[in-house]
C-alpha cells in the first residue's frame, strides 16, 4: 500500500498539466485578397475581418485608395496576388486587363468574381467566363454577386441569407462555400461556371414575381378610373351642366380602390377553384396543369399582398370622409333647410340596419384581410404548421372573400333596381366588381358539396379514374 501509495503521489503532478490560458498558441488566421477598394469591396472586407479573416487589399492606387477597414493595409495588386491563396475581384469587367499581368501570381488560386452589368446580354459571355478565359490558370468561383454592400455591413440578419455560387472546382467551391457559411450566409451550389450569366442576371430582375400582378392592377385602377371618370363626372356635366370635377380627388378614388381590392382578391383564389375542377374533369392529380393556370397561381401571395394595399387606401379615404369640405357643406346645407322648413327626417329602422351591417362587414372583412397579409409574411408563416398555415390563407381566405362580397352587397342595396344607376346604360361600378367574387363563391360552394368534396379528396390523395379502355382502375401513386 504504501508503494502504490508513493507511486501515485509521484505520477499525479505530472499527469494534469494546466498552463495559463493567454499561453495558448491561438490559431493563425487565414488571409484573403481583395482587388478593389469601392463600397462593396470596403464592405466585404469589414464582414471578413469580423468574422476572423485576415484581409489584404489590392488597389493601383496603394496608398491614395481612401479609407479602409481598420486592420487592413493596401498593396498593388501584384504583392496582393501572392500574399493569399483567394482573392475576391471586385472591379467591373472593363478593369480587368491588369489580371492578364498577374496571370502568372493568380496560377492554381481561387477567384472569386463578384461583378455584376448594367444590363442583361452586354456581352457574349458572362463575366466570370472572360475571366477564366484571361487566367485560365486560376479557379474562377462566381460567388456573392447578388449581396451589396449594405448587405454584407449589416449581416444576413438584415438581409438576404442566399449566397449562390458557381464553378468549375469543387474544391474551390468548398473553399467559398465554407468562408460564406462563415460569414453567416447559406450558400447554394448552382453548377459550373456555365451558371454564371444566370447568377449575374438575378440582380438586374425588377420584381420578376410582381410583374403580371403589377399589371393586372394597374390594368383595372386604370380601367375602372376611366370608367367610373365617365359615369359620374362627365355624365353629370354634360347632362346636367354640372361641374364635380373635385370628387375626383377622393370619392372617385375611393370607388376605385375597393373595386380593385374585390376583383384582385377574387382572383388570388379563383385559380385553386378553377384547378380544382379540372382535377375533376381529368379524374387524376398527376397530369401538369396548363402553363398560364401555373403561372397564375404562382402569383396568388402577390396578389393577395397588393389587394391588401387597395383595401388600405379604401380605409384611409373613408376615415377622412367626415373632414371633407363637400361632406360637412352638405350636411350643414341640410341641417338649415329642415330648420327653416320646419320638419325632421324620420328614423328608419331599415336604413340603420343596413348601414350597420355594411360596416360591420367592411370591419370584419378588412380585419380578416391583414391577418392574411401577416401570415403570408416568412418570418409568420416559418413559425407555423402547414395546417395552420392552410387553415389561414385557404378557410379563413374564402371567409374573407365572402365578407367582402358581402360588404359590397349591402353597399348597393337595390340600387341595381332603379333606372337613373344606368347612366348612359351603363351599370355602376361595384355591380361590375361582384362578377368574379360571385362566381368564385359559387364555385367554392359546388366544391363543398359532399359527393363533389369526396372525389376532390379521393383524386387529391392518389385515386385516377377507371380507364375506360381496359376496364381496370389504375394503381395508386403514393
Not at 354640372?242 to 373595386?259: C, E, H, W
Not at 396543369?289 to 396578389?303: A, G, T, V, Y
Amino acid at each position: 500500500m504504501s508503494v502504490d501509495s508513493s507511486v501515485s503521489k509521484e505520477v499525479k503532478p505530472e499527469s494534469v498539466l494546466l498552463c495559463p490560458l493567454g499561453t495558448t498558441a491561438a490559431p493563425e488566421q487565414k488571409l484573403l485578397c481583395i482587388f478593389g477598394t469601392g463600397d462593396l469591396g470596403r464592405s466585404l472586407g469589414q464582414r471578413l475581418l469580423q468574422c476572423g479573416y485576415r484581409v489584404m487589399y489590392g488597389s493601383r492606387r496603394p496608398n491614395s485608395c481612401g479609407p479602409l477597414p481598420r486592420g487592413t493595409k493596401a498593396m498593388n495588386h501584384e504583392a496582393a496576388a501572392m500574399s493569399a491563396a483567394l482573392v475576391f475581384v471586385c472591379v467591373h469587367r472593363e478593369n480587368y486587363d491588369f489580371l492578364e499581368a498577374l496571370a502568372s501570381q493568380l496560377n492554381g488560386k481561387v477567384l472569386v468574381d463578384v461583378s455584376n452589368n448594367l444590363k442583361k446580354n452586354l456581352y457574349p459571355e458572362s463575366n466570370a467566363e472572360y475571366l477564366q478565359r484571361l487566367i485560365p490558370g486560376a479557379h474562377v468561383v462566381k460567388a456573392f454577386n447578388t449581396l451589396s454592400a449594405w448587405s454584407l455591413q449589416n449581416g444576413p440578419s438584415d438581409a438576404n441569407r442566399q449566397v449562390y455560387l458557381c464553378g468549375n472546382s469543387v474544391q474551390a467551391k468548398q473553399a467559398v462555400e465554407e468562408m460564406a457559411t462563415k460569414l453567416g450566409f447559406a450558400a447554394l451550389d448552382k453548377g459550373s461556371l456555365s451558371a454564371a450569366g444566370e447568377l449575374e442576371d438575378f440582380p438586374l430582375q425588377l420584381f420578376p414575381e410582381w410583374r403580371l400582378p403589377l399589371r393586372v392592377a394597374v390594368g383595372l385602377t386604370a380601367f375602372f378610373f376611366f370608367y367610373l371618370l365617365m359615369r359620374d363626372v362627365v355624365y353629370t356635366y354634360v347632362e346636367q351642366g354640372k361641374d364635380i370635377s373635385f370628387r375626383i380627388m377622393v370619392s372617385l378614388a375611393n370607388k376605385v380602390f375597393p373595386i380593385v381590392s374585390l376583383i384582385m382578391l377574387a382572383l388570388c383564389y379563383l385559380p385553386g377553384v378553377i384547378a380544382a375542377f379540372l382535377q375533376l374533369y381529368r379524374g387524376t392529380k398527376y397530369r401538369r396543369f396548363p402553363d398560364w393556370l401555373d403561372r397564375w397561381m404562382l402569383c396568388r401571395k402577390q396578389l393577395g399582398l397588393i389587394a391588401l394595399g387597395f383595401a388600405f387606401l379604401h380605409v384611409l379615404y373613408t376615415l377622412i370622409i367626415p373632414i371633407r369640405y363637400y361632406v360637412r357643406f352638405r350636411i350643414t346645407a341640410s341641417t338649415i333647410s329642415q330648420i327653416r322648413e320646419n320638419r325632421t327626417s324620420v328614423f328608419d329602422t331599415t336604413k340603420a340596419w343596413r348601414a350597420d351591417s355594411y360596416y360591420s362587414m367592411g370591419i370584419l372583412g378588412f380585419g380578416l384581410y391583414v391577418l392574411l397579409g401577416i401570415s403570408s409574411l416568412p418570418s409568420v408563416s416559418n413559425a407555423l404548421s402547414w395546417r395552420e398555415f392552410s387553415f389561414i390563407q385557404s378557410k379563413l381566405g374564402y371567409l374573407t372573400v365572402f365578407f367582402c362580397t358581402f360588404h359590397t352587397y349591402l353597399y348597393g342595396w337595390d340600387k341595381f333596381l332603379r333606372p337613373y344607376s344606368y347612366k348612359w346604360f351603363t351599370p355602376p361600378g361595384y355591380l361590375l366588381s361582384l362578377v368574379v367574387p360571385s362566381v368564385l363563391i359559387v364555385l367554392k360552394l359546388l366544391l363543398l358539396l359532399p359527393c363533389v368534396d369526396r372525389s376532390l379528396t379521393r383524386i387529391r390523395q392518389g385515386w385516377e379514374r377507371t380507364d375506360p379502355e381496359d376496364g381496370s382502375v389504375k394503381a395508386l401513386l403514393t
